[in-house]
């Protein structure tokens, strides 16, 4: 049973320098969706994709930050000119389109550090 | 403003009571809430989902309720063991289907043995 995976699993970085982090979803999942968790707080939406449209962003997702899902499979997420307060675990979950609702598969995360 | 809520601080239980986590929200009208299930470092899991018109959800030892009246969901666990030890979280989709979905903060769970 292959789940979501991501790549890298940890991340430490210094400020201002460009980070890409992966997720490859469930073969045959059409969304996709990433979010943001810091210590003590739910996982944070940050935007989906619904194959390879990206369909939603939250205002949390500044202009230094860019998801893309080329060809409705795997997705990254780019943050550029990292600052510290990025310093969170980055979640990606898919899921299969069953109607009205949507049970999300998590992937175990990439934990970024900005120093 | 939106939120969500739930109980903030630790829940502590002895091993086979039942264990009962409260998820609150104030102005979403959500098609259906869903619980997860989270352990250190790890992404969380998937448990249950229950929709606007169902009062009640069962799956072998959980429940999960849904008043949209109240505007509150309970989420049962019943003979509580130590493995159940996590923290869980409730998630709205925030908007009736735009699949935009806001999660609670989560409740810290002890099972002790």
């Known amino acids: 049973d292959t789940g979501v995976s991501q790549d890298p699993r940890h991340k430490i970085t210094k400020r201002g320098q460009n980070v890409t982090f992966r997720c490859d979803p469930i073969s045959e999942h059409n969304r996709l969706y990433w979010y943001r968790q810091t210590l003590g707080q739910g996982p944070e939406f940050l935007t989906y994709f619904q194959n390879e449209a990206q369909l939603e962003k939250s205002r949390l997702l500044s202009d230094r930050f860019s998801a893309e899902r080329p060809k409705g499979s795997f997705s990254t997420l780019e943050i550029q000119r990292t600052e510290q307060g990025d310093s969170a675990m980055y979640l990606c979950?898919?899921?299969?389109?069953?109607?009205?609702?949507?049970?999300?598969?998590f992937g175990p995360g990439t934990r970024l550090t900005v120093l | 403003s939106q939120k969500i809520e739930q109980n903030s601080e630790a829940l502590n239980i002895q091993e086979g009571k039942t264990a009962t986590l409260t998820c609150n929200y104030t102005?979403?009208?959500?098609?259906?809430l869903q619980w997860y299930r989270q352990d250190p470092g790890r992404g969380p899991v998937f448990l249950l989902l229950i929709r606007e018109n169902e009062k009640e959800k069962r799956k072998e030892r959980l429940k999960v309720t849904f008043d949209t009246t109240l505007k509150q969901s309970l989420f049962h666990i019943t003979a509580s063991q130590p493995a159940d030890s996590a923290t869980y979280l409730c998630a709205l989709d925030s908007d009736g289907g735009t699949y935009k979905y806001i999660f609670g903060t989560g409740t810290r769970l002890k099972v002790l043995a």
């Open positions: 979950a898919s899921s299969y389109n069953r109607g009205l609702t949507d049970t999300q598969y």
């Open positions: 102005n979403y009208s959500p098609a259906y």
